[in-house]
Structure formats: C-alpha cells, structure tokens
C-alpha cells in the first residue's frame, strides 16, 4: 500500500507562510496525481490544490494566488507553499493519491496523516 507522511505544519501569525512536504514511499509515484485537503475543526474535508503527474495544476478558490503546489518525482516529495496566511486557513492538510486529476476526496486512493495548520495572532 501507499504511504504518505506529511510534515510542516505549525503556528504561523496572519500574513505568514509555511511549507508542507509530504513523502510517499510508493515506486509508482510520478504516475499519480498528488493532493492537498484541508479539514478544518468541525467541518467537512475541502479541496487545496493538485497537481498531475506532469506539473499540470488546479487550485481550489481559497487557495488560488496564495497557496503554490509541486511535486518532485526524483525524490517521492509534493509540497504545499502557503504565503499570506489567514485564520479561516486553520484545519488539519492532507495529502493524497489518486490514479487521475481530480478535486473530489472520494476519488483518492491513498492518504496521509494529516498536519496541523493554525494561524492566528
């Protein structure tokens, strides 16, 4: 099976910016699509960002002109820059597998643990 481990969270003050890693030990890497979900506390997992196999990207409306996702496929690695951080960011951010591009949770194979993300001042 997949794994995934994300790593970065933390507590960052509005204006702020982190960078989530997540490494997969899957051999198929470079041949999934890879993504970042977010839950936010009490709420329903929601779209970040994902990107194909080769570098082709789509970004949910909260993340646009804020958040940058990419993949290293020598390395098993995507990651998540997140500038310009705001408190409604908060939530737990996976990662994700799929076989194909796609916005939609159920459509992902494989997941991470999850990271803390917290702003606030």
């Known amino acids: 099976q997949v794994q995934l481990v994300e790593s970065g969270g933390g507590l960052v003050q509005p204006g702020g910016s982190l960078r989530l890693s997540c490494a997969a030990s899957a051999r198929a890497f470079p041949n999934y699509a890879m993504a970042w979900f977010r839950r936010p506390p009490g709420k329903e997992r929601e779209f970040v960002a994902t990107i194909s196999p080769t570098g082709g990207t789509v970004y949910g409306d909260s993340a646009q002109g804020r958040f940058t996702i990419s993949r290293d496929n020598t390395k098993n690695m995507v990651y998540l820059q997140m500038n310009n951080l705001k408190p409604e960011d908060t939530a737990v951010y996976y990662c994700?597998?799929?076989?194909?591009?796609?916005?939609?949770?159920?459509?992902?194979?494989?997941w991470g643990q999850g990271t803390q993300v917290t702003v606030s001042s």
């Open positions: 994700a597998q799929s076989a194909f591009v796609s916005t939609t949770a159920r459509n992902f194979v494989s």
